[in-house]
């Protein structure tokens, strides 16, 4: 799972390429919408470097990429700027649907059409209506009339007309972006995805290991996601409340100040001299009329005003001098009653006393207005009437709806980039490197030389760099890993050391035992190194392969010196007797074997962990049973016998045949050969004998080994 130089390109080069990827992305963007301007098509044309910058380098350069887009394109044109998001959400999906493959063949990225055009027309469509009341501001404008003049629905019109461009849009960005990636050599989401880790870019494998460790309850990122989106849209939603409590605030303190001064004008333009003349005599009144249509004149010049009237607060309730007439609502005439509204009345007092009151907001018949009085004074400074502007509320609130639209359209946009942002980074910079990290521990091995610098190689060349604690952890790991590795080579090598002198000792305390046996010489390392190659050439290709390891031909062959370790109970006289031993001796000789596992099994009891005490004990014990049932000393059969043991009965009449004794001289090899041969299924297990009888050239070359060097 190395990473070779033709499989992975440099972080450096990553972080260059990204960089490149990054500058044509948003010069792509910007061309194309200048090529819808120019053209006056009812499209946006600004999402193909969009689409680029997603399927290839992911989220972060597709958010990125459409959120610059859009601050660029929104100096010439501010509106763009609420249009920000929806790019943003696009990028999303397309980095979404890329790394589940949808971008590597055509027809899945025209399917990805059927997905993103809906969803970006919707909401296109709502930003839209948020911005001016119902209206249409966008390319699809003349679409859209089109659609209005025959179904006469302002939110279907709206909604078509914004998906159906959408469509054509996106299919001509999508096509861009084919074309594009043809030219491309980089496969989607693999050359680019590197330039944001301050770490050796990792090979294939290694991600695809990293992506899939398991986790046994929820992953970091996904905790840290939770958090972090939890905690940006808290935020974005308490400056939302916020602000718009603020933007309601001044606006309203706005159009009290605005009322206030047109009322103040108002107030001016009455003779407050003639206010009972105009209330008795109304249009005949001198100078009435030129007064009304210099209000007129007053109210139309504010398109925020509503109603415009004058009047004289009596005891019995408001006596109209001037009303000016509305679209929707005639003015009531002069000299008509009318009665308080029950908003007025904490007031009623100081309006009846001529004071100034406050601005009152009320919701009566007239509507949700905000109601600025201001006095009229006669030539004696007594207020005789007032002079009155109703600003409308639904006005206020259709500001208030504006705004709360734009406000959420460029606070949506900052969310996804601040969340996109943080997650790019807490995946490249924490995550990535932590798992990176826990995958090649996890898998370190302490095995073959070659492996443990294999996977201390791999941990090094991480070159984990992000300049914080993650880097400390890092390299806090290398050194321990590196300590690690020194002190288990320095174990192993010490182990080895024990094993040498362990297999050293058993040699002295074998060779001790047998040289009370003056016929059998080299005796125990030759029948050990019989034992080896029966064992080796039975883990070939015999029945016991599956049963025959590495580490069971170790114990073997360790333990072969130590069969007649029993011996050392049997007295010389009988040991070194020259002829045929008596029956009675023989049966004392045949104890050896008994008196051998009864020395290792106390072994065993002192050195429990030595596991070539086990095979030694069966060997000792039984290397003298019969495969026929006819030997000593329990009479076993078959397969009853250790396996260890059946090896070393060939071992031990082959080098009893071959060498010397006083009571007998040596076999000749092939002799002895034959009668292996003839012993296979009676005294010898006859897959352990055609092993030996496999390996008789092998067998010759020890047997003539040892003679050369006892001569």
């Known amino acids: 799972m190395e990473t070779t130089p033709s499989q992975t390109i440099t972080s450096n080069n990553m972080k260059k390429h990204m960089k490149i990827l990054f500058v044509v992305s948003i010069a792509i963007n910007i061309i194309g919408i200048i090529i819808a301007r120019l053209t006056g098509l009812p499209l946006r044309l600004d999402s193909a470097g969009t689409i680029l910058a997603s399927v290839y380098g992911g989220y972060m350069p597709g958010v990125a990429v459409s959120f610059i887009t859009g601050l660029l394109i929104g100096i010439t044109d501010r509106h763009q700027v609420y249009f920000i998001a929806i790019n943003m959400i696009l990028a999303v999906f397309t980095a979404f649907f890329s790394v589940r493959g949808l971008f590597k063949k055509t027809s899945g990225a025209y399917a990805f059409l059927l997905i993103i055009a809906p969803i970006t027309g919707i909401c296109g469509a709502v930003i839209s209506t948020f911005l001016n009341d119902g209206g249409v501001i966008g390319a699809n404008y003349q679409l859209f009339l089109y659609l209005y ?114 009322a103040s004008v108002a107030a001016e333009m009455v003779d407050g001299d003639m206010t009972d003349e105009y209330i008795e005599k109304g249009f005949d009144a001198e100078g009435y009329a030129q007064t009304r249509q210099m209000l007129y004149k007053l109210r139309e010049s504010t398109p925020d005003v509503k109603y415009v009237y004058v009047y004289k607060i009596g005891e019995d309730g408001c006596h109209v ?83 709360l639209g734009k ?75 590196k300590n690690s590795v020194n002190y288990m080579a320095d174990i192993k090598n010490k182990t080895q050391t024990i094993s040498k002198m362990q297999s050293g000792l058993i040699i002295v305390l074998a060779d001790m035992v047998e040289s009370r046996d003056e016929n059998t010489g080299d005796h125990v390392r030759k029948t050990a190194a019989y034992v080896q190659i029966i064992l080796e050439e039975l883990q070939k290709e015999g029945p016991y392969s599956d049963r025959i390891t590495d580490s069971f031909i170790e114990d073997a062959v360790n333990a072969a010196p130590l069969h007649d370790i029993g011996k050392i109970h049997i007295s010389d006289m009988i040991l070194n007797k020259p002829g045929k031993l008596t029956d009675e001796e023989f049966e004392i000789m045949k104890k050896h074997t008994v008196y051998g596992s009864e020395i290792i099994q106390k072994v065993m009891q002192t050195v429990p962990e030595a596991g070539y005490l086990k095979e030694a004990k069966n060997i000792a014990e039984f290397h003298h049973e019969k495969w026929n049932g006819a030997g000593y000393p329990c009479g076993l059969s078959g397969e009853d016998i250790p396996l260890s043991a059946r090896v070393m009965a060939v071992a031990d009449v082959f080098d009893a045949l071959v060498s010397k004794r006083c009571y007998k001289g040596p076999y000749p090899f092939d002799e002895a050969i034959s009668i292996i041969a003839e012993s296979s299924g009676t005294h010898f297990d006859p897959v352990v004998a055609e092993a030996f009888l496999s390996v008789k050239d092998k067998v010759y070359e020890i047997s003539q080994k040892f003679s050369s060097m006892s001569s």
């Open 149 to 262: 003049e025959r179904i006469h629905n302002v939110v279907a019109a709206q909604l078509i007309s914004g998906i159906a461009c959408e469509f054509v849009d996106k299919a001509i960005m999508i096509t861009i972006f084919l074309i594009i990636s043809r030219v491309m050599s980089a496969e989607p989401y693999r050359d680019f995805r590197s330039g944001g880790i301050w770490q050796t870019p990792l090979d294939n494998a290694m991600w695809k290991a990293v992506r899939e460790s398991k986790i046994r309850v929820v992953s970091l990122r996904i905790k840290i996601m939770f958090i972090l989106v939890i905690g940006t849209i808290l935020i974005a939603f308490i400056a939302t409340v916020i602000s718009l409590a603020l933007f309601k605030k001044t606006t309203i303190q706005d159009n009290e100040r605005s009322a206030s001064s047109i």
């Open 321 to 403: 001098v001037f009303d000016l007439d509305t679209d929707d609502t005639p003015g009531s005439e002069p000299g008509e009653l009318i009665e308080f509204d029950q908003s007025f009345y904490p007031y009623l007092d100081s309006l009846l006393a001529g004071k100034e009151i406050e601005p009152i907001i009320s919701n009566d018949k007239y509507g949700w207005l905000l109601t600025v009085y201001k006095p009229v004074y006669d030539s004696n400074g007594d207020c005789r009437c007032y002079a009155a502007v109703d600003v409308s509320m639904y006005l206020l609130s259709q500001y208030n709806r504006e705004f």
């Open 407 to 481: 406000l959420i359209a460029i606070l949506l946009g900052f969310v996804i980039l601040i969340v996109t942002f943080s997650v790019w980074f807490i995946k490249n910079n924490v995550i990535l490197p932590v798992n990176t990290m826990a995958f090649c521990t996890k898998s370190f091995a302490y095995g073959e030389e070659s492996a443990v610098m294999k996977n201390l190689s791999r941990i090094d060349h991480l070159q984990i760099r992000t300049g914080d604690e993650i880097e400390n952890l890092y390299f806090a790991l290398m050194q321990t890993a």
